[in-house]
């Protein structure tokens, strides 16, 4: 039996002779490299419709859990956000067959909290495992339209960016406004100068907050003003906005004491100052320098409590993503076993207490610790194992800048 040589594959033009195989269908032929392509395009765009589906489907409880694998600690925050979240993505998902006669607004949230709590760490792992694009800002460069600095819309760019310019992606994705304290009001009496980075930014992120079409450029502003502008709704972008507020404290102390009578109030009793955060309102952020219509398109307002000897100890070695257990993988790939005396992971942690640099600080102090391990064990053959100690730790620490800080 001779092979015809006019059948050929309908798709990529080639002969039979030039393919394994060659599947016949009515009127048509498809060959054996035409069907795993595909095979791998519909396998591609199930996956990414699957993902787009179902990520905003995750129960807060869920969400809480995935958090305490990289968080420690911060409980309350944790819960308000995974609600928050939860709700968010909710009210996307239903926005088809909500009744018309109800309308569901966003629930952007603020975090308080000092530096190295974790304000960062939570949104970016809420990102991660709802699978969306997400993007950190920092409120200290952006300026009013027409000043030196950026403008509000540059962070609507890093989002584009982040999700790959794909708009659909893009505007449900989350955005993280990083130090939004630094953008509070310099002052409650009026100016004859306009306050450009502080008020003005604010007054310019309330209509990205509520909900708009915004023009973006997806290069940035200035550098590229002939660029076309891509429309973004942010009307389904979850805005976190995060910073330390120093100082917030004495207004919340001020205002739990405002109606005291006498030398000492009754209310006193029952307040943890050690925790004053717990007790923030909208109306303690007013006061810091937050205007009105900026805290009432954040309506979710939590708090992230200093974190003690506890938490820091935890932080080293539970986590996914914990500090020791990094360092071991980095020396493990090298073929060396690096140990840690619980003594000595007790005294990082009191370092990270006495130079009050919180979670962030832990980075730092093992970095110092470890900088010439990891300069000279690469390169030694015999030596396999690794133990640091109480007395390695308080050497290395001694060669480093370390010693020369000062506590506040």
Request: proline share 3%; net charge positive.
């Amino acid at each position: 039996m001779t092979v015809s040589k006019d059948i050929f594959c309908s798709f990529c033009s080639k002969n039979k002779q030039d393919t394994n195989l060659l599947i016949a269908g009515n009127s048509a032929h498809i060959c054996d490299l035409c069907i795993e392509k595909a095979h791998l395009i519909v396998k591609t765009d199930h996956s990414s419709n699957t993902k787009s589906e179902n990520f905003q489907l995750l129960k807060p409880q869920v969400i809480k859990k995935h958090l305490d694998q990289y968080i420690i600690g911060q409980d309350q925050a944790k819960k308000v956000i995974s609600v928050s979240v939860y709700n968010h993505y909710k009210r996307i998902s239903q926005s088809d067959f909500v009744d018309e006669s109800v309308e569901i607004e966003k629930s952007n949230i603020i975090m308080v909290g000092g530096t190295g709590t974790g304000k960062t760490l939570i949104a970016r792992s809420i990102a991660k495992i709802l699978n969306v694009p997400f993007c950190i800002a920092d409120a200290t460069v952006l300026t009013e339209a027409g000043y030196v600095g950026e403008d509000v819309e540059s962070i609507l760019t890093r989002l584009l960016q982040a999700a790959d310019y794909d708009l659909k992606k893009a505007q449900n994705g989350i955005v993280f406004i990083d130090e939004v304290d630094k953008i509070a009001r310099k002052s409650d009496n009026p100016s004859i100068t306009r306050d450009v980075s502080g008020e003005g930014v604010q007054q310019a992120m309330l209509k990205l907050l509520e909900g708009t079409i915004v023009n973006v450029p997806p290069q940035g502003g200035r550098k590229h003003p002939d660029q076309k502008m891509i429309a973004l709704d942010t009307k389904n972008i979850l805005f976190i906005s995060g910073g330390a507020f120093s100082g917030i404290e004495n207004k919340i102390s001020t205002r739990l004491n405002a109606r005291s009578i006498g030398f000492k109030s009754n209310n006193d009793k029952n307040i943890n100052r050690e925790h004053i955060l717990q007790y923030i309102s909208p109306q303690d952020l007013k006061s810091f320098g937050l205007i009105p219509e900026l805290i009432g398109r954040m309506p979710v307002v939590t708090y992230l409590n200093p974190l003690d000897k506890k938490a820091l100890r935890l932080i080293l070695t539970n986590p996914k993503n914990a500090l020791i257990k990094q360092y071991k993988k980095l020396f493990e790939i090298d073929g060396i076993i690096l140990e840690f005396d619980d003594e000595a992971l007790d005294l990082i942690v009191e370092k990270a207490v006495e130079y009050k640099l919180g979670a962030r600080g832990l980075r730092s102090i093992c970095e110092a610790i470890m900088l010439d391990a990891m300069y000279n064990f690469p390169s030694y053959v015999k030596k396999r194992k690794l133990n640091i100690t109480i007395s390695y730790i308080n050497k290395q620490l001694e060669n480093q800048s370390f010693k020369k800080l000062k506590v506040a």
